[in-house]
């Protein structure tokens, strides 16, 4: 039901755009959003029409459903509150939000589209849902051309794809950097009750281990510092990078290289296969450019690189470059924006 598309007018303009109705699912924990819910949020919005948000969890309507309630521009929040639903295991979590999509107290609202990030919650939640509702799953957007028209980069960001779906409903996720401008605080959404299955729970979930960091989120924040193999030792990417990245407040990034090679944790990876980011600034030292480490950072505001050899690709998609040993220029950068 995906097949090459072509130019629609804007949803805002289309007649269509009345009968639209979006839910944007929010992952939580520990009764915060979680994320990148402000991007699909984002998203909904952008599509026109209604945006319902969803939220399930130990207690949330007093906490994450509350916070999500003063987003500007929703229509409603529906929270189920159950410990069953807290960390998101897609194997109850599914069945239980088909419900709410479909019947329930909410027959009256015509989910045309079911939006959620592109996060682990989203990417393991929403294919299961599309299966159940026999829709085609859409990942991955970043822009939307129409209310059934959407643009998703492919191999790696080197192909851009616009789809169309003819579904009933559409199933979305959303790349956590592409939508913005979403005001988080403004709104007072009415908290409802959604409907809760109960479904008996497949799986169980017995810990996880999560890294801890006083540093900004990668994922979300507004400046990364980024090292690769040129870094040589995870002693020098800590005593190098460590203090440019503390001296902007940045985030930590780096390049598969620098992770397969034991210099950062695997959380940190940028790339194709680690997370994507759009800070105001990337700064990246050490890494040479490689497709797979572009797809994750190339839509940054502004990229800055030190690189010794100045036919390092890194430089074809920087907006300052420094062509230099690392080893002498970070540290010197890092007195100078000290000193700033
Ligand atoms: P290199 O390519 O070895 O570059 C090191 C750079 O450091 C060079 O440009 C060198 O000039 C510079 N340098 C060395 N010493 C100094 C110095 N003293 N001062 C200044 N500069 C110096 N990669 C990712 O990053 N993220 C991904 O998600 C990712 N996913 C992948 C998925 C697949 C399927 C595949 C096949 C590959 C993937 N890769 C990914 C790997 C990618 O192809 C590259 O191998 C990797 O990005 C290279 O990392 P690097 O730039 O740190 O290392």
């Known amino acids: 039901q995906i097949y090459a598309a072509r130019t629609l007018t804007s949803p805002t303009s289309s007649a269509l755009a ?5 839910l944007a699912v929010l992952e939580q924990r520990d009764g915060k959003l979680q994320g990148s819910y402000a991007s699909a949020i984002a998203a909904a919005q952008k599509l026109g029409g209604p945006v319902t948000a969803f939220l399930a969890g130990s207690g949330v309507k ?3 459903a509350a916070e999500a309630a003063k987003i500007k521009g929703l229509d409603k929040v529906i929270a ?4 069953a639903y807290e960390k998101g295991l897609p194997e109850n979590y599914a069945p239980m939000l088909l419900e709410n999509i479909k019947t329930g107290d909410f027959t009256h609202i015509n989910f045309t589209h ?3 990030p592109h996060s682990a919650f989203g990417k393991s939640l929403l294919p299961r849902v599309a299966a159940l509702l026999d829709v085609q799953q859409i990942s ?3 822009a939307i051309e129409s209310e059934d028209t959407f643009v998703r980069p492919i191999y790696a960001g080197n192909a851009i794809l616009t789809v169309q779906s003819s579904d009933k409903v559409k199933v979305i996720t959303v790349r956590g950097t592409a939508f913005q401008g979403v005001e988080l605080e403004g709104g007072s959404a009415e908290i409802v009750d959604g409907v809760d299955t109960n479904a008996p729970a497949q799986t169980e979930w017995v810990s996880e281990e999560l890294t801890k960091s006083e540093r900004p989120d990668l994922a979300t924040a507004s400046r990364v510092v980024s090292g690769g193999r040129g870094l040589k030792s995870k002693e020098e990417f800590d005593r190098v990078m460590l203090p440019l990245a503390d001296a902007l ?3 930590i990034g780096a390049s598969r290289a620098a992770v397969d090679s034991g210099f950062a944790d695997n959380s940190l990876q940028v790339g194709q296969t680690g997370k994507n980011v759009a800070p105001e600034l990337y700064l990246c030292a050490g890494i040479s450019g490689a497709i797979q480490h572009l797809a994750g950072m190339k839509d940054s ?9 100045p036919e390092a690709p890194i430089f074809q998609v920087a907006d300052v470059g420094l062509v230099g040993d690392l080893f002498d220029k970070v540290p010197e950068l890092t007195e100078k924006v000290k000193s700033a």
């Open 18 to 22: 009345r009968l639209l109705s979006t």
């Open 62 to 64: 007093g906490t994450s």
């Open 80 to 83: 189920v509150e159950n410990d």
């Open 114 to 116: 079911i939006i959620a």
């Open 140 to 142: 991955d957007i970043t």
């Open 249 to 251: 407040g940045a985030a």
């Open 301 to 309: 505001k502004v990229i800055a690189a030190i690189n010794k050899d």
